[in-house]
């Protein structure tokens, strides 16, 4: 795939008219995100990206208005663009990060690591358009109302890609493993 002249041209974001680059952002995560859409459209099955830097135990305030505006900007074109291709329906597109964040502004000016309540969000390949799902208490430190495990999550995020969570792959020394321990498909996040 890599060395297939498709694929070489995915990764060419010069191919690109300057609007749509500006677009996206001329910044190292709206090209990142602008070659992600180009490599999606040459065939690529599977492509991640990371988005470093959200481990904010201090001036959180400074961190968040460094990084948001380049990632709202490409985030929302990416969709935007997907949408506009017809591409949206068979792409599913995943925000996530490993933690949520105290409910409280620690010492330091940030926040620390929170596993009870984080946010994702999830774009098309079969996912209910403009659904919001789950909800915190009012101070944001526990699930009150739908909440979302990771494995169901996963399983979810499986279905959508046709692949059946409950399947077990053999490990070294022949060992199986499920794919996802446990977990449902949440039917409600559907389309």
Request: proline share 4%.
């Amino acid at each position: 795939m890599l060395s297939s002249p498709v694929a070489k041209e995915a990764f060419n974001i010069q191919l690109e008219n300057d609007a749509t680059r500006d677009r996206y952002g001329r910044n190292e995560w709206g090209e990142s995100i602008l070659m992600a859409r180009r490599l999606v459209e040459a065939g690529v099955r599977f492509v991640t990206l990371t988005y470093g830097g959200w481990d904010m135990h201090s001036n959180i305030a400074g961190g968040i208005r460094g990084q948001m505006p380049a990632f709202d900007q490409a985030y929302a074109r990416l969709i935007r663009d997907l949408d506009e291709r017809g591409l949206l329906d068979s792409t599913l597109v995943c925000t996530a990060t490993e933690f949520g964040r105290t409910p409280k502004i620690n010492g330091n000016a940030g926040r620390d690591h929170w596993p009870k309540v984080f946010s994702t969000a999830m774009a098309g390949g079969g996912i209910k358009r403009g659904a919001i799902y789950g909800l915190s208490n009012a101070t944001g430190s526990e699930p009150e109302e739908d909440a979302l495990g990771v494995e169901d999550w996963a399983t979810t995020i499986y279905h959508c890609m046709g692949i059946t969570a409950e399947k077990e792959l053999m490990a070294p020394g022949d060992r199986p493993i499920e794919i996802v321990n446990g977990g449902k498909v949440r039917k409600e996040l559907l389309a």
